[in-house]
């Protein structure tokens, strides 16, 4: 009896080690196969929240992969079974299985990008994203307080919170996630550019940094000028002047603007008029960019209190009312008896 027993136990062990050597040679061949692409431009796309087995259950559906147990049993044995990637990946003609999961691992899926544009406006922003082909949308329709509850950012004004820039990103991905990198990137470079800020400033914080830049931004094009207008709105901000800037007029005539800011606009009393109100403006007008950002936190030593447009997209500066009120005469009112000659013309 116990000859029989150890026979059998002999006999299990020789089968187990048979088979796992059997299991184990298939495992290395399955590694190095191949995988099967039915065209040179195929694309698999991993969703948000799949697990290994509906990812490899639709790479058979696909005939990418011929025996799905066996690729499971690959990302077990890699210990990788939960660290895939959503995303959409490019097939490469000869990529191996083993390849192929290292890929969905390492997460090296087809990239998108789409690009916030300094100066733009929360709405524009959103409506912009609105119309990405691969970004996943769910705030469609929502108010920004509505967005901002989404973002876990209630109570937040979403004006000035997102920092401009083009960001790479997977199919996929989804506007709230999007949004979300956006302004952990603002409050980074903000924060950043805070710390190391001149001294002497009329700030208290960098959320009114915020609000500077974004006029700052607005207020020019020229990306050399904008220490120099910052630092007039520093000098008119040290000296309790109003600020009065076209643009704050501008934002706070909301959907009223039609493209053509009149006298009686700048009389209008709202929050955002800085020809009305000394300081500055409850919250940001815009989007800045980091250049802006950086000239307000270290403006330009000027002596300049006033400046207008040329109409080339720079401006001319001037230290007092009454050189200013030359520059006025010279480029505005002149461009518009130009503007006036010409149409009926």
Known sequence: MIRLFKKLVILGLFIFIVGAS??????????????????????????????????????????VIDDPWLFILMARIKGVETKVRAGEYRLQPGQTTAE????????????????????????????????????????????????????????????????????????????????????QLMQQHLEREWQSRATDLPLETSYEALILASIVEKETGAAFERPLIAGVFTLRLNRKMRLQTDPTVIYGMGDNFNGDIRFRDLKKDTPYNTYLHKGLTPTPIALPGLEAIKAVLHPADTKALFFVSKGDGTHHFSETLEEHNRAVSKYQLKGRKAKRKATSG
């Open 22 to 63: 059997v299991l184990a040679y298939q495992l290395v061949r399955f590694q190095l196969e191949p995988i099967k692409l039915s065209s040179e431009q195929q694309t698999f796309t991993i969703k948000s929240g799949s697990n290994i087995k509906a990812i490899v259950q639709q790479l058979s559906l696909e005939k």
């Open 100 to 183: 192929l999961l290292d890929s969905f691992v390492t997460g090296l899926s087809i990239q998108y990008s789409f690009t916030i544009i300094e100066g733009w406006s929360f709405r524009q922003m959103i409506q912009e994203l609105e119309k990405h082909p691969v970004i996943i949308n769910t705030l469609k329709g929502k108010t920004n307080d509505e967005i901002m509850v989404a973002l876990s950012l209630q109570g937040k004004h979403p004006e000035g919170l997102f920092f401009p820039d083009t960001y790479s990103f997977p199919k996929g991905t989804s506007d709230v996630d999007f949004l979300r990198r956006s302004y």
